[in-house]
């Protein structure tokens, strides 16, 4: 890319190369080993938020996989999963838990934005706190579009817009003061490394209808009273996320053919 975006791609995947290291590697073992499938910091189980409907027989592809758990459990659910991150370190991760907890399913290393798979093959695109923060909207939603058939579903999960509007370049943990406007919050470069996307809601509904899209809902999510702090996403505690919502959860949908 030749309009900066390489250079951001670059420092997200750096980034991800010392969080693999430092942090989820170990994690990935514990989020392998789970059997059901639950969303974001918290763990809300998909049971209690019901926006995946069922997936068995569907063709997935999963954006910004991470170490590719959420696949996983989408996988022994049924679905013919495809799991796509630009961290190499994160897929090599993905490859080990593979061969010692299954199921296997294909990995590819790619950017969302720019993705090596044919259109048109695909029921449910997701994200768990993937494309939507580390990827340009402008970019990853049409190819989320282009890769879904007609009636396909895309689902995915971010930090919610609130959450980055209060979160200190210091430390990172949000606290209970706007720390900077709706609008600063759209890309965000953050001192340690890496840029960050955060739309406003506003945003995500004029850049998911630009790319075809149908916004079915959006579900604020809460940290359930009897959470923990994450063991090390440090975004939100667990106290500010029982009183403002810590992430957001969009489901959108392809019309159908005619």
Known sequence: MTDG??????????????MNERFTDAAADDMWARDEVAWGLFAVPERVLGV??????????????????????LARAGARTVAVDLSHEQLVTAQRLQRRVGPSFPLVQADAEQ????????????SEHGAAAWC???????EAARLLRPAGRLVFLTNSHLSAMCVPAEDGVAGEQLLRGQREAYELAW??????????????????????????????????????DHAFYEIVSQRWATRWPAEELWVASLPRAD
Do not use: K
């Open 5 to 18: 975006r390489g250079a951001e791609l670059a420092l997200n995947q750096a980034l991800w190369a010392v």
């Open 191 to 228: 001192p340690g490394g890496g840029v960050e996307f955060h739309p406003s809601h506003g945003d995500w509904v004029r850049l998911l209808r630009a790319a075809g899209f149908v916004v079915e809902a959006m579900h604020e999510i809460y940290a359930p009273p009897d959470a923990d």
């Open 136 to 142: 340009d909207p402008e970019r990853w939603l049409p």
């Open 115 to 126: 993705l090596p798979l044919t259109g048109g093959c695909y029921d449910l695109v997701v």
């Open 52 to 73: 995946l409907g069922e997936v068995d027989g569907l063709d997935v592809v999963e954006l910004a996989c991470g170490t590719a758990y959420f696949s996983a459990w």
